[in-house]
Nanobody
């Protein structure tokens, strides 16, 4: 069983930075693709960034150049460094572990709130 626990959210002024962390339990972290998604009030959940087991990264256009996803397999943790934050980045951010190729399912964290004031 896998559990994901996000942390690092909070309130920040526009232009500021935050670093989100997602710690995973279990033994499949290092062979799984990890992702960050977000959901703003009244909107659907959207993809933000992913990092594969081979450390290949991809980003949504809206965050490219401002956000950086990284992972530390020794700590079973994935990070999202968010710089130059904008009010439109305000959302609940969720961590995802994609293990469909291994065990046929994925896992979600409980989410962490990020609020960017203007």
């Amino acid at each position: 069983q896998v559990q994901l626990v996000e942390s690092g959210g909070g309130l920040v002024q526009a232009g500021g930075s935050l670093r989100l962390s997602c710690a995973a339990s279990g033994s499949i972290f290092s062979i799984s693709t990890m992702g960050w998604y977000r959901q703003a009030p009244g909107k659907q959940r959207e993809w933000v960034a992913t990092i594969t087991a081979r450390f290949t990264t991809n980003y949504a256009d809206s965050v490219t150049g401002r956000f950086t996803i990284s992972r530390d397999n020794a700590k079973n943790t994935v990070y999202l460094q968010m710089n130059s934050l904008k009010p439109e980045d305000t959302a609940v951010y969720y961590c995802n572990l994609d293990s469909y190729l291994v065990i046929g399912r994925d896992y979600w964290g409980q989410g962490t709130q990020v609020t960017v004031s203007s």
